[in-house]
């Protein structure tokens, strides 16, 4: 509810058409179960959405319409995402035109692509963001929970890594969890989080798991990922040891035990996408 956060829940950035869209899962690593949704466009919290699908449907994701009808049957409040910061940085890019025009769609993916270019220009304004948590309690079960509004500016209905069990999120008490932050797409094709968690299962230590999975997005063959290359990821093993990993030198992530009293923040593992 930190409506100065501009990379999670209420005062996200907007995508291209002015819409804040919420995405989020969470996954047992006791039993493996799991829940997703994406393109929510009227529930602030999504996490909880995702839990109520992992807990009472068949299903692991439900998005957009279905997702929100899902959330109004169960009675989730909904909510107007959209605050006055997160509109007036939206208008500083797209200058609200893509909700004034008749063809909306069509005039949005030149704005879109326009933005795209910007993208590189903003980035030092954060206009990306997500949440990504793991727990383990004493009985050793792990659980890992993300949530996003994605990309600010992003095309109406893309999703990215956070609901996407396995690229974002994944979690395995026999082995442990792993969570990403970054470019949701990079994330996706490799996927990152099921890669930290099966590194682990084929016994390698948790740093050399997570230096691996971030290697492995060098492989990656994508012009829009040319500059932007942000990846992190944060990962425990089964004994509830925790590292975290970014292509950012300065990047920091933060850990509390049952016995600290608060939260430490300590640096994350440096691994650049780029060789040399």
């Known amino acids: ?3 100065d956060d501009q990379g ?6 907007p995508n291209i058409l002015g819409q804040v869209e919420l995405d989020a899962s969470i996954m047992d690593g006791r039993t493996l ?3 997703a949704v994406g393109a929510v466009k009227r529930y602030p919290h999504p996490i909880e959405i995702a839990r109520k699908v992992m807990e009472v449907t068949p299903h692991v994701m439900l998005v957009g319409e279905g997702a929100e009808l899902f959330a109004r049957y169960h009675g989730f409040e909904p909510a107007d995402l959209l605050t006055p910061e997160a509109e007036q940085a939206w208008r500083a890019v797209v200058g609200g035109e893509a909700t004034t025009r008749s063809s909306v769609y069509e005039d949005s993916y030149q704005l879109y692509m326009q933005a795209v270019k910007d993208w590189v ?3 030092h304004k954060e206009i990306f963001g997500t949440t990504n948590v793991i727990v383990r309690d004493l009985n050793g079960d792990i659980a890992c929970a993300v949530s996003t509004s994605g990309w600010g500016f992003k095309w109406p209905g893309r999703l990215g890594d956070s609901p996407i069990i396995g ?4 979690a395995d008490n026999r082995y442990g969890a792993a969570a990403c932050t970054g470019r949701g797409e990079m994330a996706i094709r490799c996927a ?3 890669s930290v968690v099966m590194y682990l299962r084929h016994g390698l230590s948790l740093e050399e798991a997570l230096r ?10 994508d012009p829009f990922a040319e500059r932007h290359n942000v990846m ?8 509830g040891q925790v590292l975290a990993a970014s292509t950012s030198s300065e990047a920091t992530y933060v850990v509390q035990t049952v016995e600290m009293e608060t939260y430490e923040e300590r640096p994350r593992l440096h691994v650049p996408l780029r060789e040399g």
């Open 1 to 3: 509810d930190d409506l």
């Open 8 to 13: 999670v829940g209420t005062g996200g950035i």
């Open 33 to 35: 179960a799991a829940g």
């Open 121 to 123: 220009k903003l980035l």
């Open 167 to 170: 690229a974002g999120n994944y």
């Open 192 to 194: 990152s989080a099921h």
């Open 212 to 221: 691996q999975a971030m290697l492995d997005l060098r492989q990656l063959d």
């Open 232 to 239: 992190n990821i944060v990962a425990m093993d089964r004994h």
